[in-house]
């Protein structure tokens, strides 16, 4: 794959780099579902990164008929609406695809799809990147020790302060700790973690169309902590981040019980929640409409979307996964990726 000469302008019309993702997964699948929705592809100037035999086939189990066109860099990119772009990246070489295994050779092909965008974001060549998901098992298994595709793309670009955005419905979420031990979380909610939290989710939330965001912030103990009864974090850490927040005029309320915060959240009450750790959000971001859902990557070159599940090996290569996910992803990448501004 030959590097860029030239920067891509901020347009209307942004170039999404859109990555493969795993191909035993529902990746390719949900890929060929949304390049045949007209208003998907309308918002932006779309091309894959990945392999054409694997698009192909997919796209002949869900009767999409597309034709794909290899590349071999991007300026040869036509953004053709009745052919798809393809641009492969040097390394990659998927053989026969077995559909819903995990394997090491899918787990490369996915890294290196997801690398080659990232190489096109710092040459600035692409606005966004959308990605399908990656098995994070395969993904180990290939030789890559990160813990996540955050990390991975933070590495590439030495970007050092990402984070994750997610979003449900109209409600978007920041996590204080994402994909670390159960054990190590009540160590890592720390005052200036907190606030830079509340400060991105904030700032987020004001680039997404939000004029005067609403934000509420979780706590960590059960109850709130009860006034130190069942642990002091809320007291020592939370509490006075919420405060730091207010001084910067921004709209935050809490700390709020886990228990609560999203039914107030989902109520109307908060445009955005600020969770503690992981699962505090996944948890009531899974029992949404998987449809709605979309995990967006921020902190990097481009903004990267992807979406709140996973590669769905149950159900790969049967052509009945649901791309409301992905779908979400790129209109929000799209989106962000037009305001030309990084959060």
Known sequence: ?????????????????????????????????????????????????????????????????????????????????????????????????AWGQVDAGMGKAAALCLHAAAELALAGAIHGIVSAPLNKEAFHLAGYAYR????????????????????????????????????????????????ACITKLDASLRRAGYAEPRIGVAALNVHGGEGGLFGREELDQIGPAIEDARARSIEVEGPIPADA??????????????????????????LQPRETGATLLLGLPVICGTTAHGTAFDIAGKGI???????????????????????
């Open 261 to 286: 915060v999203f039914i107030r959240a989902f109520s109307g009450d908060f445009d955005g929640v600020v969770s503690m750790y992981h699962d505090q959000a996944n948890i009531a971001r899974k």
């Open 1 to 97: 794959m030959e590097e860029p000469t030239t920067t891509c302008r901020r347009m209307d019309r942004p170039i999404i780099a859109i990555t493969m993702g795993d191909p035993a997964g529902i990746g390719p699948e949900l890929i060929a579902k949304v390049l045949a929705a007209p208003a998907s592809v309308a918002s932006c100037r779309a091309f894959v990164v990945g392999d054409p035999a694997v698009l192909e086939d997919i796209s002949c189990v869900v009767g999409t008929d597309h034709r794909f066109r290899l590349i071999t860099s991007l300026s040869e990119a036509a953004f053709s609406r009745s052919e798809v772009d393809v641009l492969s990246p040097r390394g990659l070489h998927v053989q026969r695809v």
């Open 321 to 343: 996964a649901d791309a409301g996910g992905l779908e979400t992803a790129l209109r929000w990448t799209v989106q962000f990726a037009s305001s030309g501004q990084l959060v």
């Open 148 to 195: 996540d595709e955050l990390a991975f793309l933070a590495d590439v670009t030495g970007s050092s302060a990402p984070f994750i955005l997610g979003v449900v419905g109209q409600t978007w979420t920041v996590t204080v700790t994402e994909h670390i031990p159960f054990k190590d979380i009540a160590g890592a909610i720390r005052r200036d973690r907190v606030l």
